[in-house]
């Protein structure tokens, strides 16, 4: 059975930090890409940041850049998400995803897609209280 199980979430003060965990389960990890994806209410899904676990290269949408870091344990099938400097308009359920993706990756196109995701997470909240 594959799951995507994220933790971490939480409130938070304005330029504090948190850092969300997704722990992954029921597929061969290395063959996936990972995305972080938020939604607010009201608002559209938005991809965050993404990942390759296969070569490693990231992809950190302009809102985000220079206070978020993906990275991904491959030993332990689990990507982390550091949100540092966090503002209220990050505020929002964080969601991780996975795509299928063994060889070619593309940051820019999976990071803005969420429709090509496979599996899903259930979601945690941020919240950022200024």
């Known amino acids: 059975e594959v799951q995507l199980v994220e933790s971490g979430g939480g409130l938070v003060q304005a330029g504090g930090s948190l850092r969300l965990s997704c722990a992954a389960a029921?597929?061969?990890?290395?063959?996936?890409?990972i995305g972080w994806f938020r939604q607010a209410p009201g608002k559209e899904r938005e991809g965050v940041s993404c990942?390759?676990?296969?070569?490693?290269?990231?992809y950190n949408t302009d809102s985000v850049k220079g206070r978020f870091t993906i990275s991904s344990d491959n030993a332990k099938s689990t990507v982390y998400l550091q949100m540092n400097s966090l503002k209220p308009e990050d505020t929002a359920v964080y969601y991780c995803?996975?795509?299928?993706?063994?060889?070619?990756?593309?940051?820019?196109?999976?990071?803005?897609?969420?429709?090509?995701?496979?599996?899903w997470g259930q979601g945690t909240q941020v919240t950022v209280s200024s």
């Open positions: 990942i390759s676990t296969s070569d490693g290269s990231t």
């Open positions: 995803a996975a795509v299928f993706a063994p060889t070619y990756y593309s940051g820019s196109y999976y990071c803005r897609n969420a429709f090509a995701y496979d599996y």
């Open positions: 029921g597929f061969t990890f290395n063959d996936y890409a």
